[in-house]
């Protein structure tokens, strides 16, 4: 018995593997981005600025989100381009997907975040 099948349907199935493949591949490159970017940082190294004013202290021009991993003498910063930070308030260590971002080092930034600390009225 022969199985006839339309031909728009496996082009269907076709296109929907491709897809598939593309998308797994992008969060794959994703999450080590993520990975690369985060590395073995303490929690309390690590974290998210939504304050455009401590990034302007900083000499850093950035509008949106800001992942930060503090290296003393350095910030590691990566700046969301598209203002899209993926799990901003749930997750330790958010995402920014690639390649909506821009990333640097800043001693200016690691600089302006301990003061701020260091100020802060708990």
């Not at 018995?1 to 490159?29: D, E, I, Q, R, W």
């Not at 998210?48 to 021009?61: C, P, Q, T, Y």
């Not at 930070?85 to 997750?91: K, R, W």
């Amino acid at each position: 018995m022969s199985h006839n099948t339309h031909p728009f349907v496996s082009t269907f199935k076709g296109l929907l593997l491709v897809h598939l493949v593309v998308v797994s591949a992008y969060a794959g490159v994703v999450l080590l981005q993520n990975t690369m970017f985060w590395g073995d940082a303490p929690d309390n190294k690590v974290g998210v600025l939504f304050d455009e004013r401590l990034m302007k202290d900083a000499g850093i021009s950035c509008a949106g989100p800001v992942a930060v991993r503090m290296d003393t003498p350095v910030a590691r910063y990566r700046c969301s381009t598209a203002g899209i930070v993926l799990g901003a308030f749930t997750l330790q260590r958010p995402i920014i997907p690639w390649p909506a971002y821009e990333d640097g080092e800043s001693p200016e930034l690691a600089g302006v975040i301990e003061a701020t600390i260091a100020n802060a009225e708990y």
